[in-house]
């Protein structure tokens, strides 16, 4: 079964200063990987997704996440942090399984930006 | 552009009441799905949907129904609300069933906040 670990469920930064949120996944094949941040009240906004090739991947709002097989992991990671950023971040893995796009989740990581 | 559109936003139910969860997509897409959010935990795949008429249960299934009448619509049921439904509720839709050969992403509504009381 594919599963999500984030180990970090809280994390406070700078404003400016640099962010990893860290994400491991248990995936039998090859996995499809996502960021979605969600502001407080609103639903899931997508910031970047792995499918194949190039394992640096872009996002919106300034994110990168690197997929590094041999660790399992998806980390997420911006070089300096605006107070805006604030949010929690859920890192995903997709499969399909007897159809559909079933994504599993990690259990969130909660950032909060210091002035 | 709509996108997912997720009703009510908010809603109180009394332990026993039943209440349908409506969700609505303008993108024409094939999938849709429900999640449930609880905090502390991520998102649990309740029921999800490949396509009009077909439905299938996900990770969390007990307590809720679904229907697919449309490819628009698909509404999530509560029939005998439990203090254990209180939660908030995404629906979401993607286009077909996912990488890697078209790359779809799924989209998420902006939520619905249920308690049950």
């Known amino acids: 079964a594919q599963s999500v670990t984030q180990p970090d469920i809280h994390i406070t930064v700078s404003e400016g200063a640099s962010l990893e949120l860290r994400c491991n996944y248990s995936y039998g094949a090859t996995p499809y990987l996502f960021w979605y941040v969600q502001s407080p009240g609103q639903g899931l906004q997508l910031l970047l997704k792995y499918f194949s090739g190039d394992t640096l991947v872009q996002g919106i709002k300034g994110f990168e996440a690197e997929f590094k097989r041999s660790q399992s992991s998806f980390n997420l990671r911006k070089p300096s942090v605006h107070w805006s950023d604030a949010a929690e971040y859920f890192c995903a893995v997709g499969g399909l399984t007897g159809g559909g796009n079933k994504l599993t989740f990690g259990t969130g990581t909660q950032l909060k930006v210091e002035l | 552009n709509a996108g997912v559109t997720q009703t009510p936003k908010f809603r109180i139910l009394k332990i026993g009441q039943s209440m349908t969860l409506q969700c609505t997509q303008d993108?024409?897409?094939?999938?849709m799905y429900w999640y449930r959010q609880d905090p502390g935990m991520g998102l649990k795949l309740i029921y999800y949907s490949v396509g009009a008429g077909i439905t299938d249960k996900g990770e969390v299934p007990n307590g809720y129904n679904v229907s697919r009448s449309t490819t628009e619509d698909f509404p999530l049921r509560l029939e005998l609300a439990a203090p254990s439904q209180t939660s908030v509720y995404f629906c979401?839709?993607?286009?077909?069933?996912?990488?890697?050969?078209?790359?779809?992403?799924?989209?998420f509504g902006e939520g619905s906040w249920l308690t049950v009381v």
């Open positions: 993108m024409n897409h094939n999938y």
């Open positions: 979401a839709s993607s286009l077909g069933p996912g990488p890697p050969l078209s790359g779809n992403t799924i989209y």
